[in-house]
């Protein structure tokens, strides 16, 4: 939503201004700040939201490793060898179309207020330094969630894909919730 964003583009700023990152920063003034979550640049704001995005991955708000989406998300599902070129390519149109055309109703909805309930368990695995989903907003929603069990698990040394930067532990922390579903 507008808050995440908003918090989003400010770490790119400051972490822009503290390296001295004049490109970054010429960049950012050019597609944001955002306005209501929305970034400048054609097709529902994509073009500025992928600048805004690949700026946070630079400085570590994607992954502490400060590895981008191609080597976090692509990289891996070429050494697969379940995806064939045709399945990337057509994953990657999938994912701007539905960025593109969803991002407007996406920044407008309030989850901390709309989305709350839930009659199943509930369950955030969260990396501490993520600027993508910011760390503060997910605990404020956390708090206010109602579920028969719920979790807000941590992970220390992670930005947005603990899977990634913590594999083992949150492989283990999965099988571990979903043991106690498939045992209730």
């Known amino acids: ?5 908003d918090i989003s583009y400010n770490f790119c700023v400051k972490q822009a201004e503290t390296a001295g990152d004049k490109k970054s920063l010429a960049l950012l003034k050019k597609y944001g700040p955002p306005i209501k979550g929305q970034y ?12 805004q995005r690949k700026i946070m991955e630079k400085y570590g708000g994607y992954s502490v490793k400060k590895s981008g989406f191609f080597k976090t998300l692509v990289l891996p599902m070429l050494r ?17 179309l539905t960025l593109s055309t969803m991002w407007p109703t996406v920044t407008n909805y309030n989850f ?7 009659k199943m ?12 989903t910011p760390s503060d907003l997910v605990e404020e ?3 206010k969630i109602e579920a028969p069990d ?6 220390e040394n992670s930005a947005h894909g603990p899977l990634n930067e ?7 922390l999965l099988r571990e919730k979903l043991k106690n579903i498939s045992d209730d």
């Open 40 to 51: 400048k640049g054609g097709e529902g704001g994509f073009k500025g939201l992928t600048v």
């Open 141 to 143: 929603f956390y708090v």
């Open 121 to 132: 368990p509930y369950y955030i695995f969260q990396g501490r330094l993520d600027k993508n």
């Open 112 to 118: 901390r207020t709309q989305c709350r309930k839930f």
């Open 166 to 172: 913590e594999p083992e532990r949150f492989k283990a």
């Open 150 to 155: 719920k979790a807000l698990i941590w992970f």
């Open 80 to 96: 697969s060898r379940e995806y064939t070129i045709g399945d990337l390519i057509g994953i990657f149109r999938g994912y701007k």
């Open 1 to 5: 939503g507008e808050a995440n964003e």
